[in-house]
Each structure stands twice: as C-alpha cells, then as structure tokens.
C-alpha cells in the first residue's frame, strides 16, 4: 500500500505491515505550525510513483489522500496530518484514527489521541520537501535509558512515548535531530500542481 508522503520505512509503517516498526507519542513535538505556515503544504505531491493531495483545512491540521488499488477498485486513503515546529526544525505527525473512521476522523488536540511520528520535514524551495525518518532504534535506546517514558508493544515494534510533553522535547533538540532521524535515506516530495 501507498499511503501518504513518505517512502521506505514510513511506508512500511503505513501499511500496516507486519515487522514494521513506529514511534507513536502522546504529544506533539513542539507547537503545530501557524494557518498560514500550515497553508503552504496544500496541493499535489509526488512522492516516487505515489501522488499525495494535501488540503490545509484549519489551524495546522491538513487532511493528506492518495489512491491504492486494492481487490479490483480504487480505494481512498486519507489521514490527518499536524506539521509542528520545535528549534525551528519542523516534523509531521499523524493523527492516529480508529479504522472506523476510515482515516478521516479530525486530528484533535494534543494529548487527545496518540500522534504517529513520520519524520523531520526540510523544504527545499517552494516545491520540493525532505523527509526523515525517525530511526526507531534510536528512539528505543532513549526509551531504555531513561530518557523518555513509554510501553514496547509486545512484537516489539511500536514504541508508544507516554509520560510529560516536556521529556519528549527535551530529546529531540538540534544536537540529537542527526541521531534520531535517518538523514541518509530521506525521501523527496514534489509539488506538481495546486488542488482545484
């Protein structure tokens, strides 16, 4: 399945697939971005051969959809999406929704519902992003140390962070952003054209 604006691992975690592993937190990292920052994300994304629409609807929330053929027809995925700002780094995280609401629930406010990490977002230009995914071992090794709070899921590949906003921030600062997330293996979206 091609879910969404991210590549190999975030693909994988989208999926739903077995053996993929996630980092899911409580809180947001940082503050969602302003309206008019959040705004300048909506339109046609291209991702390798997967093409994203992105709708900015209000405040930071943007509902993100793609097509995947499954069992002889289309189907629709959408999900919410938050991009937040932390030491002027921003990153994307996704409302984690019930599967009855078919990825369409609104992302609700921090602390309301768990936020899938998708990674660390870099603009390169108006039309072209970088994404970086969290490296889940790394994330592990702070959950094991101390560093943060949270539960391994028992096939060991979700880490759910729980515990203070406070902690969680305090890990990912601009001296640790190169040991949590991949940034050998980003993937590149393009914009090719505005929603109508």
Known sequence: MRNLIVTGLLLCVLSGLPGCKSVVSDHLIGEPLEAEQAQAYEGTWRL???VQHIKH???????????EWDEDTFKLNQHHVVVTIHHDT????????????????????DGEKPWLLLGMVAASGD??????APDFDRFKRA????????????DGNTLHIK?????????VNPDTLHELFEMQNPGVMQRVGKLQ
Request: glycine share 14%; aromatic share 4%; proline share 2%.
């Open 57 to 67: 609807l209000d405040g930071a929330d943007l509902l993100v959809a793609g097509l």
């Open 48 to 50: 390798d051969d997967s």
């Open 143 to 154: 959950f094991d140390e101390g560093k943060i709070q949270g539960e391994l899921s028992e």
């Open 163 to 171: 515990g203070d906003k406070a902690s969680l921030d305090a890990l």
């Open 90 to 109: 921003r990153f994307a995280m996704m409302a984690a929704e019930d599967e009855e609401d078919g990825g369409a629930a609104p992302a609700g406010a």
């Open 127 to 132: 039309d072209a992003l970088v994404l970086y």
